[in-house]
């Protein structure tokens, strides 16, 4: 690497590329001894550093840099395993160009001089021996390697990099949240109509409004994440016999979710719709569903710490879901009992899409992220009950536990904009085995055919907690 400059091993393209080999050689070897992740630094320009600035010999070292760079790319793309490449040259020349904001000096020339003077030119204002002498405000401590501010901006870099898929993988769980929401209110309309159908031949409208709240707790591999949405939902149903009802829901969705140690923003905005049918005779009932929708990730601004500063890089994409889900259960109680409490299993699945995306321009920092897959197969089973405290005031409530069977880790696959050609794939969050879910609510007859409801949803497993409140009107035509 640099020491074959230094030692003046490199003075040509061809002995540029051969030293690149053999840097990639060490990654090779570490790769066949059984290393699965490997961080290697490109060479900066070493030109642009106080051994060679200002000399004779800076313009054909940096050149000499790019060549042994290009060749190390080349071989790194070769190697089975997961080669995490640091754009450092890019990195250091963002940091030059805009010193002040990463809390170096910017009446400093940077690259020519150090802090401690040893083989190299001392800073005259920050340098070991000035009246002011202060190594965060110079970025080299000697002829060639930095101070300890410009290494915490080079580990800053490389950490951003490795967390970046802690937050990216949490994007199709803000859609698999949504898609609950969705599925819950649907779930607390059904259970507020239970045993109170509208007349055969007769429609139902229903009009929904709710929040939601989103809690992730960190994971060795996932970000700790903070998420709020609110929703609007419509939909109707239509009982064609004694004993079937069937309908059709659509619902629009904002959630926006905060994530990591510096709130890197995400927002999502979902529209589902929900066919389903319903049956209930003889103290037994089903229901079955068939949910599509369309996910518009409109904002996705990952935040990371770079030194003193803060990196920041956005984009955006799309993804679409499409979900199934049944129950059956039976009312211990009598059709025309004030009370009913019904034991019930559940099954239900999953499949979310999301697309890949580039985060925009070609800093050292933006990254493009390859397409996502989460996949979600569930059983569960459950209790679901109904007072009538009078004839036009009604109280249910709903439990369940429920067990995911798609639980493997998500992965995410990625490559640096300025080194496309050197992919890599981290570990990313992973879903949970149990989940407890519960609904409590009330519903209100306003007239014989428009009645007024209110719940409260809630949903946890060890690193997840979903909560939510909705306000709904149905009436009857």
């Given at each position: 690497g640099g020491n074959d400059f230094l030692q003046g091993r490199v003075l040509s393209a061809s002995s540029a590329g051969q030293a690149a080999n053999r840097l990639a050689d060490s990654a090779l070897a570490l790769q066949q001894a059984g290393a699965r992740y490997i961080m290697v630094w490109l060479l900066p320009d070493i030109g642009q550093t106080p051994a060679l600035s200002g000399t004779p010999l800076a313009s054909a070292t940096s050149a000499l840099s790019a060549v042994f760079n290009q060749q190390l790319v080349s071989r790194l793309a070769q190697i089975d395993a997961q080669v995490i490449p640091l754009n450092v040259p890019l990195l250091i020349s963002e940091t030059l160009a805009a010193p002040a904001r990463f809390g170096f000096d910017p009446n400093?020339?940077?690259?020519?001089?150090?802090?401690?003077?040893?083989?190299?030119?001392?800073?005259?204002?920050?340098?070991?021996?000035?009246?002011?002498?202060?190594?965060?405000?110079?970025?080299?401590?000697?002829?060639?390697?930095?101070?300890?501010?410009?290494?915490?901006?080079?580990?800053?870099?490389?950490?951003?990099?490795?967390?970046?898929?802690?937050?990216?993988?949490?994007?199709?769980?803000?859609?698999?949240?949504?898609?609950?929401?969705?599925?819950?209110?649907?779930?607390?309309?059904?259970?507020?109509?239970?045993?109170?159908?509208?007349?055969?031949?007769?429609?139902?409208?229903?009009?929904?409004?709710?929040?939601?709240?989103?809690?992730?707790?960190?994971?060795?591999?996932?970000?700790?994440?903070?998420?709020?949405?609110?929703?609007?939902?419509?939909?109707?149903?239509?009982?064609?016999?004694?004993?079937?009802?069937?309908?059709?829901?659509?619902?629009?969705?904002?959630?926006?979710?905060?994530?990591?140690?510096?709130?890197?923003?995400?927002?999502?905005?979902?529209?589902?719709?929900?066919?389903?049918?319903?049956?209930?005779?003889?103290?037994?009932?089903?229901?079955?569903?068939?949910?599509?929708?369309?996910?518009?990730?409109?904002?996705?601004?990952?935040?990371?710490?770079?030194?003193?500063?803060?990196?920041?890089?956005?984009?955006?994409?799309?993804?679409e879901m499409w979900a199934v889900s049944g129950r059956v259960g039976f009312d211990i109680a009598g059709a025309a009992s004030r009370w009913h409490l019904s034991p019930f299993v559940s099954a239900d699945y999953a499949h979310i899409d999301v697309d890949g995306y580039s985060e925009k321009g070609n800093r050292s920092t933006a990254l493009t992220f390859s397409d996502q897959t989460r996949k979600s197969r569930r059983a569960g089973v459950g209790l679901q009950g109904k007072f009538e405290v009078t004839p036009t005031t009604q109280l249910w409530a709903e439990v369940a536990r429920e067990r995911e069977f798609e639980t493997d880790q998500q992965n995410v696959t990625m490559a640096l904009n300025s080194v496309q050609s050197v992919d890599f794939t981290l570990e990313g969050y992973t879903p949970q085995r149990d989940l407890n879910r519960a609904t409590f609510g009330v519903s209100q007859k306003l007239t014989q055919d428009l009645t007024l409801r209110g719940n409260y949803n809630w949903r946890k497993n060890d690193d997840v907690t979903q909560q939510g409140v909705n306000v709904a009107l149905s009436m009857s035509f």
């Open positions: 400093e020339n940077l690259v020519a001089t150090c802090f401690s003077g040893d083989s190299c030119r001392e800073s005259a204002a920050n340098g070991r021996s000035s009246a002011t002498p202060d190594p965060s405000r110079v970025f080299f401590n000697d002829r060639v390697h930095p101070t300890e501010a410009g290494q915490r901006l080079l580990a800053d870099y490389a950490y951003s990099l490795l967390s970046a898929p802690w937050e990216i993988s949490l994007l199709p769980e803000m859609a698999n949240g949504t898609l609950r929401m969705h599925q819950d209110e649907l779930r607390a309309q059904w259970l507020s109509d239970w045993g109170n159908w509208q007349g055969v031949g007769q429609w139902q409208s229903i009009i929904a409004a709710g929040g939601q709240k989103m809690d992730f707790d960190a994971q060795d591999s996932s970000a700790d994440a903070d998420g709020r949405g609110y929703n609007l939902t419509i939909g109707g149903s239509y009982r064609f016999a004694e004993h079937w009802r069937t309908g059709v829901v659509a619902g629009a969705y904002r959630q926006n979710l905060e994530a990591g140690a510096r709130d890197s923003d995400y927002k999502l905005n979902s529209y589902i719709a929900t066919a389903f049918l319903q049956y209930q005779a003889n103290h037994w009932w089903g229901d079955l569903a068939v949910s599509g929708g369309k996910l518009d990730y409109e904002n996705a601004e990952r935040k990371f710490a770079l030194g003193v500063s803060e990196g920041q890089e956005k984009g955006d994409t799309d993804g």
